[in-house]
């Protein structure tokens, strides 16, 4: 046990400890909270539009596409078996596509006529070689491609 000399010193010193603690944590995430806005500028600043940005990276692949109106399929890392890829950043591009696709419907599948691609190029090669039948496709900036099944 304890002596009761040991445990008057920890009864007054537990309110500078507790202080002490709270002082820490607030200058740990002050310092976290500078380094995230320091990498948030050095990305382009707070200015950047990253939704504008991305819309723009598929203005070309909308107006090559022969509808306005419709539905195409969507692949991206998740489509390969074996690729690694985070899952948050696949939905939040798939997302981001859809906002920027519209008014076309971009369904989260394969089983379409047209596709669009979201996938560096040696995955898209190993994607590609896993579908059936022909295909079309153009590539586009930021690895990105529209892809055509053929009849």
Do not use: C
């Amino acid at each position: 046990m304890l002596s009761s000399s040991i445990m008057k010193q920890l009864k007054i010193a537990w309110p500078y400890l507790k202080f002490g603690m709270i002082l820490l944590l607030i200058t740990v995430n002050l310092r976290s909270a500078i380094q995230y806005i320091a990498q948030v500028e050095q990305l382009g600043g707070k200015e950047r539009d990253v939704i504008g940005e991305w819309e723009q990276y598929f203005d070309p692949i909308k107006a090559g596409l022969p509808f306005k109106h419709g539905t195409v399929g969507y692949a991206a890392n998740w489509s390969v078996p074996g690729v690694d890829y985070s899952p948050a950043d696949a939905e939040a591009e798939h997302i981001l596509t859809q906002y920027a696709m519209a008014p076309i419907v971009v369904a989260r599948d394969t089983d379409r006529e047209w596709i669009i691609a979201n996938m560096k190029p040696k995955v898209f090669e190993a994607w590609l070689a896993l579908q059936p039948g022909k295909y079309e496709f153009t590539r586009y900036k930021h690895d990105l491609y529209l892809v055509h099944r053929l009849k």
